[in-house]
T-cell receptor
């Protein structure tokens, strides 16, 4: 069975603050992919990043960075110098490479205040 | 590629009516997912197809819900009869999965907002 836990239901920060969104997962599969999606108020689901279970290298893309630690089954997402436009619901997801089934966390609602 | 295409974008129907949601996945993708999103329950996976075959339908809430994928380029989600508690945004997503393939992320359609009154 697969499970993705995003313990933070809501986070509120002031613009320019750094914020980290936590994601912990469970899977019995040895190979899998982890993802982060953003859902802005407009409602669409926007893909942010994909990480293969073999690749624990952290990644930085502009103000976004991701910390994947297999030892703790975590895939955390940090936004540096947050902006109001970052306000959205962020989902962490896991896909098994064997079955192809995806499992999403419940999402973290991030509010960035000016 | 136009991405995952869902229709209609919005649907308002009366309780008891049949509702059919449609999805066209990205060409070449072999996995298709139907999700339902509500404030109370978040994003729920309803059913997952791989190579047009339903693999896991454990998320389908009850017999009123059914999904089909007659070919690689089309899927439907049907609710009959519809009830007010079915009101939600229904997303369709597709991806490429399988051994030896480059497993991609799930690409989502823009969703169908269903309101049952």
């Amino acid at each position: 069975a697969q499970k993705v836990t995003q313990a933070q239901t809501e986070i509120s920060v002031v613009e320019k603050e750094d914020v980290t969104l936590d994601c912990v997962y469970e899977t019995r599969d040895t190979t899998y992919y982890l993802f982060w999606y953003k859902q802005p108020p407009s409602g669409e689901l926007v893909f942010l990043i994909r990480r293969n279970s073999f690749d624990e290298q952290n990644e930085i893309s502009g103000r976004y960075s991701w910390n994947f630690q297999k030892s703790t089954s975590s895939f955390n997402f940090t936004i540096t110098a947050s902006q109001v436009v970052d306000s959205a619901v962020y989902f962490c997801a896991l896909i098994s490479t064997n079955a192809g089934k995806s499992t999403f966390g419940d999402g973290t609602t991030l509010t960035v205040k000016p | 590629d136009a991405g995952v295409i869902q229709s209609p974008r919005h649907e308002v129907t009366e309780m008891g009516q049949e509702v059919t949601l449609r999805c066209k996945p990205i060409s070449g993708h072999n996995s298709l997912f139907w999700y339902r999103q509500t404030m109370m329950r978040g994003l729920e996976l309803l059913i997952y197809f791989n190579n047009n075959v339903p693999i896991d339908d454990s998320g389908m809430p009850e017999d009123r819900f059914s999904a089909k994928m007659p070919n690689a380029s089309f899927s439907t989600l049907k609710i009959q009869p519809s009830e007010p508690r079915d009101s939600a945004v229904y997303f369709c997503a597709s991806s490429l999965t399988g051994s030896g393939a480059v497993n991609t992320e799930a690409f989502f359609g823009q969703g169908t907002r269903l309101t049952v009154v």
